[in-house]
């Protein structure tokens, strides 16, 4: 399975870049439930986070998501790596808050 590029951003936690597998399964794992994609200014990124992260009583992360979330690059329907330049704007976004 084809690996992409992601920023992670956990609960209380310092958000990163890393590769996960670009699988279902995977992608769950990290936010802990089923996937709930919201769109950004963007058309190229999604902030992906959990479905019932407020019904579950997940803590809040620092955009006021419950529980961590993750930001991807996204062509048509499908997830995508993000490219060097967005992970690094991203990251530095999301580390100001």
């Known amino acids: 399975m084809e690996k992409i590029k992601v920023v992670i951003v ?33 058309d190229d990124v999604l902030v992906v986070c959990n479905e019932e992260g407020m019904i579950h009583n997940l803590p809040q992360n620092v955009l006021g998501i419950y529980g961590t979330f993750f930001i ?9 790596s993000l490219n060097k330049y967005q992970a690094e704007t991203v990251l530095e976004y999301v580390k100001k808050i």
Do not use: M, Q
């Open 10 to 42: 956990p609960v209380e936690e310092e958000a990163y870049i890393t590769e996960v597998e670009n699988n279902l399964e995977e992608l769950k794992k990290i936010v802990d439930g089923y996937l709930e994609t919201i769109p950004t200014e963007t």
């Open 72 to 80: 991807v690059g996204i062509e048509g329907s499908e997830f995508v």
